[in-house]
């Protein structure tokens, strides 16, 4: 039932927010962070109460499920379900979901409470995103964030939003109608083959079907995540939607809405297509490789601030794509924690660029310099994470991108020498922003008002997180390990059921991980 | 016939004693307040009296007509449709200057037309219902007579309908040469079983002639060129009929058709619906795209919109007339509504066609913006809205039948089709205009139905499932 609430809160705050907002624009930032803080405890409850309970049951190791029937004459329930990896990202939508309230609190002053409906209701399909073990209901969701992020991009957005939201919308709509095309298809192909017709996805794992088919659908599932990723050639929607949002709707877009794509790879499309998904996994990887340097490259040659942060990300996606595709625990592993840095970074970098756009009203890198001078707080913070970006030991960033290029080493060592130039461009165009923006001599004269105190605690909060991940990253690992070891074995399972072991090193190499895993039935072994 | 069967028709005989007594009501005393209500009555009437029909062994009355499950369902959305379109037009009339109690007249005519059309089981009642509903629509087009738009929208529907008519009979007559025979399922069944030799030139050219008529009524591609300037002529309340209760009796009709054989086993004739679904989905939707007038872009629209539902009406089988009719019911309330939002702020005189009209609407009032944009969503197929539900089936449908092409086209013409209504959308949410008008109050009638519809809408829109369980029970 928790999971439940965890969307009808939101819900039912948006709409409350809505209502009192035209009187009281307060109490709409009020309730929208009462509920977040609702939603965070919730799920750390979750965290905590059955954190000894993490054990694989025959459906995998799920913490809380509920499974309603919704449409039962097409096979569809509500059923939701929650493992370590949702449950990470539930917490990570619940924290910048705060954080982007925090991060509103004075830039939003027109319709505010239009605009806490709009936010809290992203954050709602978000977490219903992560939270669905149902397609349909999968896809329900899938598509009900996309329309209030495209009335925040339209109504709060800067100059040229409605041109930024239209092609943010048909970006991800015509994706997402492929992906449920796609959905219908793998209804029908598992349908016809089993006689039940279901859109259960813990009864559509291990679909058999030929290979050109399972190829067809799993680009159909593909292309929706990697828009949204988004993975070279579909970012171009990207750095128009994040630069034009407002700020608190970059750090939902960067940090939440892009991190839907990758959780949709890890949990649908390897999972469900585990042979295709292999076939298909060189190009991915290439793709993954031309998105880190060339998203870059084009980080670098930006001169509107936020611009350049919005390329950063495509960058800092190619490496997610890579891990995902690339395919072991230990890749797997840096994907998650690469989901969670990267949103806590860059979400903060966004918050950033709004503050000091609030304080100078330009964007443009050229008219800053200098400006440590006047605010050394904000410029110190900025320092931080853009260190953070550009992978620092010690910071969250570092450890996940590290772990990804580990997991591709075994993989393909060219692939991993070549994104290991990720992260020289990427100290280049970092260091590059901090240089141009804040140092240098205070030529315009800027005497600007330093960090607020609710803007010093938002950004104390993303600072001790992404230390934290940076120094300690265990008790993620512990959350997310007996969720991401299933999902390994159910596709090496399938992907050996199909065809000879060619991953058998793979599985005997996990074997040797700490006694968490030792519960693994020994039948997997080939 | 027996007292069975009068019972049985008991909505029907509603639905035509209603307009005699109104006519008597109004030669006594003319009164728009009076007509309406009574109006009301008479479908509300019609309505409730539909349940206290149904028994087990009701079915076919007399040659012409049958009231079976099917055709009691379609009789209760058409004059569900048109109740909704009365409420509707009692707040647009309020403004005209002439008299208004004739226009109820025409259009309870106009429904008992569409509910003959839904019950016919022979092609004499077809296209009796076909012309009670077409002559009260040529007067009911052209209705306020203020405008040369009004009378050239109706000249143009009533050349136009005239001709295809003519071809609808024609094409009776064949079929009838051919076969001997004017029962309506007998042309389907026949080619489906017959071989293909036998499939002969008259029974053929009849079919596809009757084909004709039917898709001008439905303003499929390429019997479409009426719609637009039509949609834009009318009266608001008017066009919301047409486009709803209008369309829905041929949608009925061609179901009924068509209904009892397998259509992708009728060779040619499948290949001339795929056509006609394809090209209908892909004009209407690219020239929608191009429009300024909001009644023009939803006509448009509703071309493409139709063409979806071929996709449906040709996987056939099991699913494909529950998906049809969930659709069509689907597409009643969102159309009704976005009709109903244009009607609620037009008037005889002047009607908020433009997108530049609604500029800001949603600042200016937002529960008729927020109306007006969860009907765009729905037509746009977003979740939360039984748009999306609709065509979720309509897919499954053509998936189902694994007609690729279709589902491609569906599916990529419903992108384009987000890119139109999108701009109306936008439009909605863009800051107002800064003229300061007099906030007019809106018809409450009108407002309260707007409220219902979009009840329906998002609530069809969470909870399908018990509405899918009736269609499937009263047409299975």
């Known amino acids: ?526 | 016939m027996s007292f069975a069967d009068l019972i049985a028709l008991m909505p029907l005989m509603i639905l035509a004693i209603t307009p005699i007594a109104v006519m008597l009501v109004v030669a006594v005393h003319r009164s728009h307040s009076i007509t309406a209500v009574l109006t009301a009555i008479g479908l509300a009437g019609a309505l409730i009296s539909l349940p206290l029909t149904s028994s087990p062994e009701t079915g076919q009355v007399t040659m012409l007509l049958i009231v079976d499950g099917f055709a009691r369902f379609y009789i209760g959305l058409l004059v569900a449709a048109g109740f909704v379109a009365v409420l509707l037009s009692y707040g647009y009339l309020q403004t005209y200057e002439g008299h208004c109690e004739e226009y109820y007249i025409l259009m309870l005519l106009a429904v008992l037309g569409s509910a003959v059309i839904v019950t016919s089981s022979h092609f004499a009642s077809f296209f009796l219902g076909l012309e009670i509903l077409s002559i009260s629509l040529y007067a009911l087009i052209a209705y306020p007579r203020l405008k040369a738009k009004d009378i050239e929208a109706g000249l143009k529907y009533l050349i136009l309908a005239a001709t295809s008519a003519a071809f609808l009979v024609f094409g009776m007559a064949l079929i009838y040469a051919a076969l001997g025979t004017m029962e309506l399922t007998r042309p389907a069944t026949f080619i489906y079983s017959a071989a293909a030799e036998r499939r002969s030139l008259p029974l053929m050219t009849g079919l596809i002639m009757l084909l004709v008529g039917i898709g001008f009524k439905l303003a499929v591609v390429p019997f479409h060129l009426w719609t637009p300037d039509v949609y834009q002529g009318a009266p608001a309340p008017v066009t919301a009929f047409v486009a709803t209760v209008s369309k829905g009796s041929l949608v009925g009709l061609i179901v009924r058709l068509f209904g009892q054989v397998d259509i992708a086993a009728l060779g040619s004739l499948f290949t001339v619906f795929t056509v006609i679904a394809v090209s209908s989905m892909i004009f209407g939707n690219i020239l929608a795209l191009l429009q300024k007038n909001v009644k023009r872009l939803l006509a448009y629209s509703s071309i493409a919109h139709l063409g979806y539902l071929l996709v449906a009406f040709l996987a056939g089988g099991s699913i494909g007339p529950t998906a049809v009719t969930f659709y069509l019911i689907a597409y009643f309330v969102m159309t009704l509504g976005a009709f109903g939002v244009i009607t609620v702020l037009s008037g005889p005189q002047k009607e908020a066609e433009y997108i530049d009209d609604y500029r800001g609407l949603f600042w200016r009032r937002p529960w008729l913006g927020g109306t007006f944009t969860a009907m765009l969503m729905s037509l746009a197929g977003i979740p939360l809205t039984v748009g999306f539900i609709g065509k979720f089936y309509l897919a499954v449908a053509g998936v189902s039948a694994s007609l690729w092409l279709l589902v491609i086209v569906l599916v990529m013409t419903s992108g384009i089709g987000l890119f139109y209504y999108l701009r109306v959308v936008v439009a909605i949410f863009a800051p107002p205009p800064q003229t300061n008008t007099p906030k007019e109050t809106l018809p409450l009638a009108g407002e309260l139905t707007l409220a219902g519809l979009t009840v329906v809408l998002v609530g069809i829109g969470l909870l399908p499932s018990p509405l899918l369980e009736i269609i499937r029970n009263m047409i299975a």
């Open chain 1, 1 to 526: 039932m928790i999971l439940v609430w965890l969307i009808i809160v939101p819900t039912a705050a948006g709409l409350l927010a809505w209502l009192l907002g035209n009187r009281h624009p307060s109490w709409s930032r009020w309730i929208s962070l009462i509920a977040l803080a609702i939603n965070l405890i919730l799920s750390l409850t979750l965290l905590t109460r059955d954190a000894h309970l993490l054990t694989i049951t025959p459906g995998g190791p799920w913490l809380a499920e509920i499974d309603l029937n919704w449409i039962p004459q097409l096979g569809i329930s509500f059923h939701l379900a929650v493992d370590g990896l949702s449950l990470v990202l539930v917490l990570l939508t619940a924290f910048l979901g705060m954080t982007a309230v925090g991060s509103a609190w004075t830039e939003i002053k027109e319709r505010v409470g239009f605009f806490y409906f709009n936010l809290m209701w992203v954050l709602a399909g978000i977490t219903g995103v992560f939270l669905a073990l149902d397609l349909f209901l999968f896809y329900f969701f899938w598509e009900m964030m996309l329309v209030p992020m495209y009335f925040i991009i339209a109504v709060w957005g800067h100059e040229n939003r409605i041109y930024a939201a239209i092609k943010f919308f048909l970006f991800t709509q015509i994706s997402g109608l492929l992906m449920l095309v796609a959905i219908i298809g793998l209804y029908f192909v598992h349908g016809r083959s089993s006689g039940v017709y279901t859109f259960n996805y813990l009864q559509l794992l291990g679909t058999e079907m030929p290979a050109p088919t399972a190829m067809v659908l799993m680009l159909g599932f593909l292309i929706a995540f990697v828009v949204k990723l988004p993975a070279f050639p579909v970012h171009t929607w990207l750095p128009d939607a994040h630069t034009e949002a407002p700020t608190p709707g970059s750090v939902i877009l960067a940090g939440l809405l892009l991190k839907t794509g990758a959780y949709g790879l890890m949990r649908f499309t390897v999972p469900l297509f585990p042979q295709a998904a292999f076939d298909f996994a060189p190009i991915a990887i290439i793709l993954g490789i031309i998105g880190i340097l060339y998203g870059a490259l084009l980080a670098f040659s930006q001169t509107d601030l936020k611009r350049m942060v919005a390329y950063t990300s495509v960058s800092h996606m190619g490496f997610v794509l890579l891990g995902v595709f690339v395919w072991n625990e230990l890749a797997l592993k840096g994907v998650v924690l690469q989901i969670l840095c990267h949103g806590i970074s860059t979400g903060a970098l966004f918050i950033l660029v709004g503050a000091i756009q609030e304080r100078i009203e330009t964007r443009d890198m050229r008219r800053m310099g200098g400006l440590w001078d006047t605010i050394p707080r904000l410029a110190g913070v900025a320092m931080i994470f853009a260190l953070a970006s550009l992978g620092l030991p010690g910071l969250g960033n570092f450890v996940s991108e590290i772990l990804i290029l580990f997991g591709t080493y075994r993989d393909s060592v060219p692939a991993a020498v070549l994104a290991t130039l990720g992260l020289i461009s990427a100290t280049i165009y970092a260091l590059w922003m901090i240089q141009v923006a804040f140092h240098g001599p205070n030529k315009k004269g800027w005497k600007l008002p330093d960090l607020s105190g609710r803007e010093a605690a938002l950004m104390g909060a993303m600072i001790v997180a992404i230390l934290w991940l940076g120094l300690y990253p265990q008790p993620v690992f512990k959350t997310i390990t007996p969720a991401l070891h299933h999902l390994d074995q159910t596709v090496t399972r399938m992907q050996i059921a199909a065809r000879a072991p060619a991953k058998a090193i793979v599985l005997s190499e996990t074997a040797k991980r700490p006694p968490a895993q030792s519960v693994r039935p020994k039948g997997d072994n080939p």
